[in-house]
């Protein structure tokens, strides 16, 4: 009996071990994403942006290097600059946050372009957005569809 109960303690530790170990190398674990929102539109409209805050909590550098969603055939990472005296948008090819930082995407910022919807977004609606980062990081993250965001201040 006394074998029974050893092997019993064992395996329940060596699975707790192993559970911890495995959450603690899952990176998206240390991805945070908050105040995700996509801007409303007119329905005749086919592009909108999507704005968030990526905070990476990792040791390393994280790359956002594309994103998807449901809702519309193209997703693109765009930076909002000033050019003289004009704002240009710009799309970029990835978008780099250091360690220990966060990135605003945000109006007059970076953000996302949801290029030719299929179909109009509602107001108060959720969207599904997948963040794919390199080495393989895949984070999805809902955003509410809303003229002003989620107590974002424009």
């Keep these: 009996m006394k074998v029974l109960h050893r092997r019993f303690w064992f395996f ?12 603690a190398q ?4 240390k991805i945070l ?3 995700a929102w996509i801007r409303a539109m007119p329905p005749s409209m086919k592009t909108t ?3 968030l805050t990526i ?5 390393a550098e994280l790359v956002l290097q594309s994103a998807g969603t449901t809702v519309a055939r ?6 909002m600059e000033q050019v003289g005296e004009v704002m240009k948008m710009k799309a970029i090819g990835e978008l780099r946050i250091p360690a220990g930082e ?3 995407l945000a109006p007059k910022g970076y953000h996302l372009m949801l290029i030719d919807l299929l179909r109009p977004l509602q107001e108060g609606e959720t969207i599904p957005l997948a963040l794919n980062f390199s080495g393989g990081t895949t984070v999805h993250v809902d955003a509410v569809v809303s003229k002003w965001g989620t107590g974002a201040s424009q």
Excluded: C, F, K, M
Excluded at 55 to 59: A, R
């Design 49 to 51: 942006a999507a704005y």
């Design 102 to 104: 966060r990135a605003e």
């Design 33 to 35: 994403v908050s105040n």
């Design 12 to 23: 329940l530790i060596a699975g707790l071990l192993l559970a911890a170990v495995s959450q």
């Design 55 to 59: 905070e990476n909590t990792t040791g």
């Design 74 to 79: 193209t997703v693109e990472i765009h930076r």
């Design 26 to 29: 899952d990176p998206s674990q």
